[in-house]
């Protein structure tokens, strides 16, 4: 009966362990499924943690191995690369050892076949009956997310090539520099290829390759084939070749490779001998072009084992180049315009010195035998009027060859500044004795139109550092605008300090300034009258040579005006305060007395016999010995034969030898004897050079006769 039980209970517990198993079979059947609907794949390990115990059907797929995985009794490991190996057992042991409970890692997995990809791990311990029974592995293939983390960064680091090679690009000094970093930079992108960059010349219509990589190790068997290295060839590309393949912004696949581009039959036939001993696989090429200019290429050999192109960049960092190489050929014609303007701005600057030079000798003998016939008793009088206007026709001449002069040694950059320092209350007390002696406002006086000048010292009698002779002359072309300009009224200057500025002014109640011509006023030749029946005389040069002088001494100009009502025109100069002796503001007195020099010896060296004449007539009543030399050699040997020439005037401009060069050689035979010069070349730095040739002092022609004795009484007489 007993046994009828337990065999009832047996039974029993048979079937309900069959039951049981039925269902942990259709759990698992749905655990495979669920898992092998899975897009990640699934492992799991026994304790060992290494040998599989379950994988999941993408693993299967993707590992590649079939049905045989079961059967392969593989470990984990086996499915990892061998570099990542020991390293993923030893973490997996200590993580197991560890309280931790996920484990999230990296690795390169291995498929059967061998392909590499990577991976990353998410591992988590599985515990039966509170005992550790294996690790639960999750690998996500990470292919995509590192192939798109790569791009993201081939991206970033070919913008960033990009920008900084658009600077560099900026910085290269010449295109043979270019082309060599166009070379250098794409041997990086395609190292395994051969890179050829070359230039384009247009009017030769010749390419020359300017750089080339890769062909070393096979250079001697190139130039034996070539029968000379690559970069001695002048290269003519076929027109086709450069239309099709150089003619836009695209890299480009060469069709029929290397014989595309040659053109010389020798060549041709060595073409599939070159391909074949340097490996190349197929060609790219493109153009360095800018506005449909060509001015160079680059050509890309890419070898059987081949480099990844990235054409993007490629593209983009020729294209760059073309835009370098057109930047460099404007700055190269820019330089040669530049040399050629300067070339001939010394050619205008010496046609003008000699201009200076041919005009004012003439004008030396008119105004210099016009003035002695002025001085001398013997004239009628009614003669004298008409010698009075040679004498201002010939003045206003000489001041308008001056006035040009300076305007073209301003825009020559010639005009020299020459600090020094002066009173600046002398200079208004000499401005105001120029002009009360003028003949524009003694005229206007004598009209009865009664202007009146005036003046404003408004500080004690400082010194200041300037040049005085250049605010002598701006303010001599203000005051001399204002008179002109102004029927009745007055005409005031004078100046202000303030801020460490001095300003000028000349302040007029003439005609005034149209507003609209505010703009013009400043420029040369211009005039706010530009009708041929022009009241008021003139260049319309004194503003802007006034304007241009003003720029080099660090000031401003401008001025306020009001129709019919008056001007005025200001001008500033820093205020370099300065110190100096005071100065005897008197002018020496003259001596009433013709000076009798009938003791004294002076030998003129002027080669022009007009000239000499004026110089003798003017020192007629002085009674000066008189001795000429018309060369320089000839003074010299004057010098030496005469040892009793008590000065020497010298003209510089000499034929045979220079007034200077024989200023030295006379100063070497007699280094006391004074030598004035006479200059008549405005344009250059005469006057600097004839004090360095040692003369004691210089006078320009035309020569003024009272200067001309004043100069000599000094040297004579000490006064
Ligand atoms: P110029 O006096 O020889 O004509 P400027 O360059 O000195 O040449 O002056 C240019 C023009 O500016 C003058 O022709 C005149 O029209 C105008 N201008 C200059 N100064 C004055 C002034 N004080 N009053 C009125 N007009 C003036």
């Known amino acids: 009966m007993m046994s009828n039980i337990s065999k009832d209970l047996q039974n029993q517990s048979d079937a309900e362990i069959i039951r049981l198993q039925a269902k942990i079979e259709e759990r698992d059947e749905k655990y495979k499924l669920l898992t092998s609907l899975l897009p990640e794949m699934l492992f799991e390990t026994d304790t060992t943690t290494e040998r599989l115990t379950f994988v999941n059907i993408k693993a299967i797929d993707v590992f590649e191995y079939g049905s045989d995985f079961y059967t392969s009794n593989l470990y984990f490991t086996e499915l990892i690369r061998k570099e990542d190996r020991q390293r993923c057992t030893e973490e997996f042991q200590k993580f197991v050892a560890s309280e931790n409970s996920v484990l999230n890692t990296e690795c390169t997995a291995v498929s059967k076949n061998g ?55 900026l910085t290269l000094s010449s295109d043979d520099d270019i082309f060599i970093f166009v070379g250098k930079n794409l041997s ?12 384009y010349e247009h009017s030769s219509d010749i390419s020359k390759i300017r750089y080339i990589s890769g062909i070393y190790p096979h250079i001697d068997v190139l130039i034996d084939l070539l029968g000379k290295s690559p970069e001695e060839f002048n290269i003519k590309l076929p027109s086709k070749f450069k239309s099709k393949y150089l003619s836009d912004k695209t890299l480009k696949r060469i069709d029929c490779g290397f014989k595309s581009f040659l053109v010389e039959e020798h060549l041709l036939e060595k073409a599939d001998q070159i391909q074949k001993q340097l490996k190349i696989n197929h060609y790219y090429s493109m153009g360095m072009a800018r506005d ?43 330089v040669k315009a530049k040399l050629a303007a300067e070339a001939s701005d010394r050619l205008k600057s010496a046609f003008l010195a000699n201009m200076s030079h041919e005009v004012r000798t003439p004008l030396n003998g008119i105004l210099g035998l016009a ?45 020299k500044i020459r600090y020094k320092p002066f009173f600046l209350n002398t200079m208004i007390d000499q401005l105001y004795s120029i002009f009360m002696s003028n003949p524009l406002y003694l005229q206007k006086n004598a009209q009865q139109q009664n202007i009146e000048l005036r003046y404003e010292k408004p500080c004690e009698n400082i010194a200041i550092m300037s040049d005085p002779d250049r605010i002598l002359q701006i303010m001599i072309n203000l005051i001399g605008n204002a008179l002109k300009f102004t029927q009745k009224g007055f005409v005031h200057f004078g100046y202000t300090i303030e801020n460490e500025e001095i300003t000028f002014y000349v302040k007029d109640s003439g005609i005034g300034i149209p507003e609209d011509k505010s703009e013009q006023i400043f420029k040369r030749f211009t005039q706010v009258d530009n009708t041929l ?26 001025y306020e005006s009001e129709l019919e009502k008056g001007s005025c025109f200001y001008f500033t100069i820093p205020y370099y305060h300065t110190t100096m002796l005071a100065d005897d503001d008197t002018p020496p007195e003259k001596s009433a007395e013709e000076p009798d020099w009938s003791d004294y010896t002076a030998l003129i060296v002027e080669d022009d016999t007009i000239n000499f004449k004026v110089i003798e007539a003017m020192l007629q009543n002085t009674k000066l010995q008189l001795l000429r030399a018309d060369n320089g050699q000839k003074a010299i040997e004057m010098v030496r034969m005469n040892p009793h020439i008590d000065l020497v ?33 405005a344009m250059s730095d005469d006057k600097d050079k004839c004090l360095e040739a040692g003369c004691i002092d210089y006078i320009s022609k035309p020569l003024d006769m009272e200067e001309l004795i004043g100069k000599i009484a000094k040297i004579l007489t000490g006064n």
């Not at 990086?188 to 230039?199: L, Q």
């Not at 004498?391 to 301003?410: A, F, P, Q």
């Not at 034929?655 to 010069?677: E, F, M, Q, R, Y």
């Open 115 to 169: 392909r590499k990809f990577p991976v990353s791990l998410h591992i988590t311990k599985m515990i039966t009956n509170g005992e550790f029974s294996g690790l639960s592995i999750l690998m996500l293939d990470q292919t995509a997310q590192k192939s798109a983390r790569q791009n993201a960064l081939n991206y970033k680091e070919n913008l960033s090539f990009l920008s900084k090679s658009a600077l560099n690009f």
């Open 188 to 199: 990086k992108f395609a190292s395994k290829s051969i890179i050829v960059v070359f230039s």
């Open 292 to 334: 449909s200019k060509l001015f160079g290429g680059l050509l890309i050999a890419v070898r059987n084992d081949t480099d990844t192109l990235d054409t993007q960049t490629i593209e983009t960092f020729i294209y760059q180049a073309g835009i370098a190489l057109h930047r460099k050929q404007i700055d190269n014609e820019l």
């Open 371 to 415: 003035q002695v016939m002025l001085k001398s008793e013997d004239i009628p009088l009614k003669f004298r009027n008409d010698v009075k206007m040679i004498v201002e026709s010939g003045t206003s001449l000489l001041t308008l060859i001056e006035d040009i002069m300076d305007v073209s040694k301003i825009e020559a950059g010639q005009m």
């Open 533 to 558: 029946a022009r009241k008021f005389k003139g260049s319309g040069l004194g503003l802007a040579i006034s304007k241009g002088l003003i720029t080099l001494l660090n000031g401003r100009i401008w």
């Open 649 to 681: 005037l010298m003209d510089v401009h000499l034929p045979v030898l220079s007034g200077l060069d024989a200023t030295a050689i006379i100063l070497k035979i007699k280094p006391k004897l004074p030598i004035i010069a006479q200059t008549a070349n």
